[in-house]
Structures are given as C-alpha cells and as structure tokens.
C-alpha cells in the first residue's frame, strides 16, 4: 500500500515543477474594497457541486426511487450508436418505474441547432427532468437544455473521459465540432449518478484522455492563481496537486486492469474530484493555455476525431514550454519533459503527429494559434502576455526533449519545407 509519504515523494520525484502553495504563490499585493476587503475575495459565488451524488458498482439501480421523486416525466439524452444498448436498458428502467420517459439524441456536439430541437421536443412532451447519459458533450447539452427550460437535470456519465457530469458549466460547439464558447450555469446537476459498472463499459482510451484532462488541473490552477490571496483558491490548487499525484501513481494500473481498486480511485478523480475542485476554486481555478489549445484545435476538421482530454493533454505540453520560453522557468522544462514519458504510457499524444496534424502547414497552425490568442480566451489566465508566434513555437516544440533551442523551431521547418 502506497502511504502518504511514499505519494508525495514521488510526486516530488516525478515532477518537481510547482509542487508547494510556497512554490506556486508570491507576495504581490491584492486589491482592496471599500470594506477593506480583498477584491477577489469581497464577494464571490460558486456552483460547487451536484444536490447529491450517488456512485458504486450499483449506483444507477439503487438511485431509480430518487430519480422518481425528481421528475415524472424525464427526456432521456443521448447520443452515441456505441452507448446505444446501455441507454436502451436505462430507458426500459424508467419506463418500468412508471416514469413517462421521452428518448432524444443529439446529432452533433453540443450545439445551438441540436438544442433548440431537442428544447422544443421537452417542451411538446411537458417534460420536468432532464437525464443526460453519456460523454461529456451529452452531459453539457443535458444541463445546459435543462437550465433554459428551468428544469432538474440528472447526469449519468457513461465514461471518465470528464468531469462534465458534476459541473455548473457547459461547452458550447459548432455543427461540425468547432468550439465557440461556454456558458456558466446557474447551479450544478441536481443528481449524479457514476455507475461504475456502466462507465467500465466504456473503452479504454476514454479514462486515459480523462486523466489527462483531470491533471490540467494542477498545470492550469497553480500557473494562473499562483499569487490569489483566496483561501478557497488556495485549497483547490492544492487539491489539484493532490489528484495530479494520485493519477500519477495510479493511472497505468486503472488502464491495464479496470477491476483494480487502482481503477475506481481514477475514474472517481477523473469525474468527480477534477469537477469538486473548479467548484471551490471558480471560474479562476478551471482552464488556462491547456484547455485554449483545445478550443483552438477543435478548429481543424482533422482534429475532430481526437477526445477532449487528449488534445488537452497535448495543451499541458504546450503550456509548459510557454513557461519555459517565455515565463524563464526551468523546471516548468522539467516537468514537461517528464511528463511525456507518462502521456506515452497511456498512449496520449504528445505532438502533432500523435494528433493526426503533422501535414499541417505553418500558415495553419498560425490560424490555430491565433484563434487560442484572440480575446477572452483562457490563454490569458497564464501570468504573461502571449502572442500567436510565441504560441506557435511552443506548439512545435511541445515534445522537444531538450531545453530551449537557441535556433527557432518555426525556422527549422520552414527551411525544411
């Protein structure tokens, strides 16, 4: 058994880069109100967490009376052909609990033109409940429909690859998968349920693209909140160091035996305490460069096929090389560079080729960098301005395993083309 000491000497040992609340905080000072007050602290509002959240091994069997006393007439969402048998069985439930249950599927991601479809389909049926099962793009359209119709929603994740199951957040995509923009929601669901015998069904490559979503956490939250004077702000950072070390120790164990003890820890920080933490921490305490080189991403059509977390996996390797070239930190180099070796073990990508993007051309991927530079994006929560060009060597240089190259690898390609 793997004690507490043991953890954090090698998280430590792994990846030395921010490590402490010392190492990730400084003394500049904090604005201050009228109250004399901090101003981040003066006045703040969190959607922590969902009402209730039932999980284990039974969790969706033994939630059928709470799921009753929610809604009589729930829309069942989803979306999947592979998940299609699943929530087949959870309909044929519902219905024999007497429930009036309406079956929807989105035909895209998250999207305006699936909502107002679906919204209109609630509307003609009086449904009173939402129940969303499925990826994390189902689960954002099941709360975000559920919030503009003022409804309950219940979210039933049919995998880890998120923590969209827990959150008062929603993405919002195009038709064809291209981010455009999220939506904060006035509460979290009002019931979560993490059968993990429904979400072991779920294949293989889907948790290890939410570990690597879930380890953002720490790489996001410590870079952008490093000087918050916020106690709450403070506790989430540290709360993502701790889940970051926990994937760390157990992630290859979860993947290659999804009976172990090591599995369920993974799945559960994965879906549940990856969401825990942007609740208590807030809006400052979700994404930074990792999750903007996401949305930029979902802007090539070749990328659509890449899962949420994998690109944001590929995003954390960005962002570090955005600390070592332009912020000057070495061991923001360091943790990159052993970080790698990990996102190989799980078969995560860790450059452009791994993402299906190696004939992109420079004129491309500027169009990339430019989409994750413009304003309002979660770039900028990093401690110092960023350009497109900057972005874009560090996009090239993501899996570099040396430090900093004196000659630019944009010029290295551009010479070679």
Not at 300 to 314: A, I, M, P, R
């Amino acid at each position: 058994m793997t004690t507490s000491k043991s953890l954090s000497a090698m998280s430590a040992k792994l990846l030395p880069h921010r490590n402490s609340l010392e190492q990730a905080s400084d003394t500049s000072p904090t604005s201050m109100n009228k109250n004399n007050l901090p101003e981040e602290v003066s006045h703040c509002s969190h959607s922590i967490a969902p009402a209730k959240v039932v999980r284990g091994e039974r969790a969706w069997e033994e939630s059928h009376q709470l799921i009753a006393s929610i809604c009589r007439s729930p829309l069942l969402l989803g979306r999947s052909i592979a998940t299609a048998e699943l929530r087949q069985g959870l309909l044929n439930n519902l219905r024999n609990l007497g429930l009036n249950t309406v079956s929807a599927e989105l035909k895209h991601d998250c999207c305006e033109m699936d909502l107002k479809r679906i919204n209109a389909l609630a509307l003609y049926n009086s449904c009173d409940g939402v129940i969303a099962a499925g990826g994390g793009k189902v689960l954002d359209a099941g709360k975000l429909l559920a919030h503009r119709l003022g409804i309950p929603c219940i979210t039933v994740p049919l995998s880890a690859a998120t923590c969209a199951g827990w959150t008062a957040l929603a993405n919002i995509y195009s038709p064809t998968g291209a981010f455009q923009r999220d939506q904060v929601l006035a509460r979290c669901p009002h019931l979560m349920i993490f059968d993990h015998g429904l979400v072991r069904q779920a294949p293989p490559r889907t948790l290890a693209s939410g570990i690597a979503d879930a380890i953002a956490k720490w790489y996001e939250a410590s870079v952008s909140n490093g000087s918050s004077n916020d106690g709450l702000i403070q506790q989430a950072v540290q709360m993502a160091r701790v889940l970051r070390d926990q994937l760390l120790l157990d992630g290859p164990e979860a993947l290659k035996d999804q009976n172990s003890l090591a599995w369920i820890r993974v799945a559960e920080a994965c879906a549940l305490t990856a969401g825990l933490i942007g609740g208590i921490g807030g809006s400052r305490c979700r994404t930074a460069a990792a999750h903007a080189v996401h949305n930029a991403l979902t802007q090539l059509k070749d990328c659509h096929e890449v899962l949420h977390g994998e690109k944001v996996g590929y995003g954390i390797l960005v962002q570090l090389r955005l600390e070592e070239i332009i912020g000057g930190h070495q061991l923001a180099g360091q943790a990159r560079r052993q970080l790698i070796p990990f996102l190989k073990e799980l078969d995560l990508p860790v450059n452009l080729e791994d993402l299906g993007l190696s004939n992109l051309s420079l004129h491309e991927l500027h169009e990339v960098c430019q989409f994750a530079c413009q304003q309002g994006s979660d770039l900028h929560q990093l401690p110092f301005p960023v350009n497109s060009s900057a972005l874009l060597e560090a996009l090239l240089g993501a899996s570099d395993n040396g430090p900093v190259p004196v000659e630019s690898t944009v010029t290295k390609r551009m010479a070679a083309s």
